[in-house]
């Protein structure tokens, strides 16, 4: 097995943009590295055979993964940025991750694990030598290291994307790491929810020098007050909506989800199975009893909706979320992270692939924002209420393929990262959105409910 060894990579660009070129430098070149670093242990703890294998149709074999980073990167670093001519605009097409849905990408002519390693690394030394050249300023691709920054969050995303086919991959573990840190004294006797109390806020960014189009512009929001769980949804809370019948009951269910609920005879999270009295998950090629103080994951939108109505709750919208993450009511402005401005530390998130999996409920209590809520960032994604729409004016750079066509109700927002996002990828105003019926994912959920008017 592979022990994952955390790069460097806690990097997360200034709020403020940089102005200095060697520092902007040193910045992009430790994000790409982090990154590579990451990639190299994802596809080189398994046999070539394994990476040329498709684990589920719903995922990419990695070694197309492996070759689709080295082709992104040619394409905006070397041939956008630079101007340079293309190494190999033959496998363009192949690499196109909207001509082929994943299904179909082991059918197509692939580079070998071979060819993909040596393609993406002929790439990065001649981007490298880019960067140490690149005068990082003078149009909206270059300033502040944009398309260098835009590159490694393209790299650690998809890192995150082969994380979960390991997880879906069968056989003995490729990977292992420590086990997050346990949860602080603290964590039993903290409250239930926590109230927010509403009014105006600033949400997403103007001035976030990575930030991707989706996430801006920054612009006032107004919302009534709310409360929100203090800590995400936990396995233990979840085993009781399962033990109460919450998948054999209609009234819980969106429609859709019922009929997903029916059709592939679902009755807990992806990954777990009873064992007589146990429940026990499969994390990694490990098969372990279920951890009752984790937060849930592997769920869908539906299951998440599902649990928060047999709850008597909801689930929050995207704006409370972010309300939640990033109000400071003290100053009345927007953090860029819950606990302040300052960037990511092991402190304070469980993030970067640095475990296999989520801290306990209460855990981090140096990242808890301003208002009490603890494990906003890292941990599991958090499904939202909310669709994928455009912010007031939304501006799609540098292409509408990576947020605008995604845009209307088809896609659910999801907030906060989790334990397999890299810093680099991962913001108070960082947004992710997938379809409600996914479980692959590293996804959880925290819920809300209305603040009763005395609370206001």
Request: negative net charge; contains cysteine.
């Amino acid at each position: 097995m592979t022990r994952i060894q955390p790069g460097s990579g806690t990097f997360a660009a200034s709020a403020e943009p940089a102005h200095d070129p060697e520092l902007l430098r040193a910045r992009a070149l430790d994000a790409l590295t982090t990154a590579r670093e990451r990639t190299a242990l994802l596809t080189g703890c398994v046999a070539d055979e394994e990476l040329t294998a498709q684990h589920s149709p719903l995922m990419s074999p990695l070694v197309w993964d492996l070759a689709h980073i080295g082709n992104q990167e040619e394409q905006w670093l070397l041939r956008t940025v630079a101007g340079r001519e293309a190494l190999r605009p033959e496998i363009d097409s192949v690499y196109d991750a909207f001509e082929h849905p994943r299904s179909e990408r082991p059918t197509l002519p692939l580079l070998s694990p071979t060819e993909a390693r040596g393609y993406a690394a002929d790439v990065r030394g001649r981007v490298l030598d880019v960067l140490e050249r690149a005068p990082l300023h003078g149009g909206p691709l270059v300033d502040a290291a944009f398309a260098f920054g835009m590159i490694a969050q393209h790299e650690q995303q998809h890192d995150e994307t082969m994380l979960i086919t390991h997880q879906l991959r069968r056989g003995s573990a490729a990977l292992t790491a420590p086990q997050p840190p346990r949860a602080p004294a603290d964590a039993a006797a903290l409250p239930a929810d926590v109230l927010v109390p509403g009014g105006e806020f600033t949400m997403g960014t103007s001035a976030e020098p990575w930030a991707l189009d989706n996430e801006r512009p920054a612009h006032r929001r107004e919302l009534a007050a709310f409360r929100i769980d203090t800590v995400p949804v936990s396995n233990g809370a979840y085993l009781r909506f399962i033990e109460d019948g919450g998948y054999d009951e209609a009234r819980w269910w969106h429609p859709r989800g019922w009929e997903l609920v029916r059709e592939h005879g679902l009755t807990a999270p992806l990954f777990w199975r009873r064992d007589g009295a146990t429940w026990l998950r499969r994390r990694f090629g490990v098969v372990e009893p279920v951890p009752v103080d984790e937060p849930v994951v592997h769920v869908s939108w539906y299951e998440a909706d599902a649990y928060a109505r047999w709850a008597g709750r909801r689930l929050p919208t995207e704006a409370e979320w972010e309300m939640a993450a990033r109000f400071d009511p003290a100053t009345g402005r927007s953090r860029r992270y819950p606990w302040g401005d300052a960037d990511p530390t092991p402190e304070r998130a469980n993030l970067g692939q640095r475990h296999l999996s989520p801290a306990p409920v209460g855990g981090y209590p140096l990242g808890a924002s301003a208002l009490g809520v603890r494990q906003l960032i890292g941990d599991v994604w958090e499904w939202t209420a909310s669709d994928f729409l455009p912010y007031p004016g939304f501006v799609a750079f540098p292409y509408r393929e990576y947020s605008e066509v995604f845009f209307g109700d088809a896609h659910k927002v999801l907030r906060g990262g989790s334990f397999a996002v890299d810093p680099v990828a991962c913001r108070g105003t960082f947004r992710n959105w997938d379809l409600p019926v996914r479980r692959q994912i590293f996804a959880g959920f925290r819920t809300a409910r209305d603040a009763r008017p005395e609370q206001r």
